[in-house]
């Protein structure tokens, strides 16, 4: 179906008060910048980004990430950078990150990922950027220096089934991810009781580049955050 509505939440009354109107689609991915102050929906089946006031709570207006109306890319997550200069972009059909200047509200670089990126995690510094993929059991590094970004690491494991969340230390040192592992054929080392499919933590050390640690955790495990 087409949604169209970005909803205005007060944390403290727990109500809704006020609704935004958005291009009809599938509104998914969210980013909002340091200050608060501006909002960005990516719209998952029709390829744009929408940019919204969240201060006078206006639609400004939309990023276009591809012409005509099949979607090309349909952008699933979304994260802003610490300078809140640019936006990365995990697109689910093309297999791309796609980095957005936020000024020029253009895609400036392409990098293309593993099959289906999933979350990622941004460094503090916002030099490093880690991407997990649904459909392959990848984890890939992204630097960036200066005004460009390369892939400079892929670290592939066996334990890895259906990558779904990821989140740094917040010293930048170890890479939590999630894998919600839909696989048959996968068996965890435990069996926890009532659990109906299993599910992993993994622990990944961004200077060794290695797994140090595997948690079996309850059915399901997908987004995660690390505090």
């Known amino acids: 179906g087409d949604y169209n509505t970005i909803y205005v939440i007060d944390t403290e009354s ?4 006020a609704d935004i109107s958005l291009t009809p689609g599938l509104p998914h991915a969210i980013a909002l910048s340091s200050d608060g102050t501006t909002l960005y929906a990516a719209n998952l089946t029709k390829d744009r980004i929408s940019i919204l006031n969240t201060v006078t709570g206006e639609y400004i207006e939309d990023i276009v990430l ?10 699933m997550h979304m994260y ?8 990365y972009v995990n697109c689910r059909k093309s297999s791309k990150m796609l980095v ?12 293309l990922i593993h099959e289906h990126p999933m979350y990622s995690a941004i460094s503090a510094d916002g030099n490093r950027i880690y991407i997990v993929s649904h459909h392959h059991p990848y984890i890939t590094e992204v630097t960036k220096s ?3 970004w390369t892939i400079t690491n892929e670290f592939q494991s066996p334990e890895f089934h259906h990558l779904y969340g990821a989140d740094l230390s917040p010293d930048g040192r170890y890479l939590y991810v999630t894998c919600s592992n839909s696989e048959d ?3 965890a080392r435990y069996q ?4 109906t499919r299993a599910a992993l933590l993994c622990v990944y050390d961004t200077q060794t580049h290695e797994i140090v640690r595997i948690l079996d955790v309850g059915s399901y495990a997908t987004g995660i955050v690390s505090r």
Do not use: A
């Open 14 to 17: 727990m109500t809704r008060n």
């Open 66 to 75: 591809s012409p005509g109306s099949v979607s090309v890319h349909e952008p």
């Open 80 to 87: 802003i950078s610490p300078d809140d200069k640019y936006l």
């Open 100 to 111: 957005i200047d936020t000024q020029t509200k253009s895609i400036i670089t392409e990098l």
């Open 146 to 148: 200066g005004d460009s």
């Open 185 to 187: 054929d996968f068996q």
């Open 192 to 195: 926890q009781h009532g659990q």
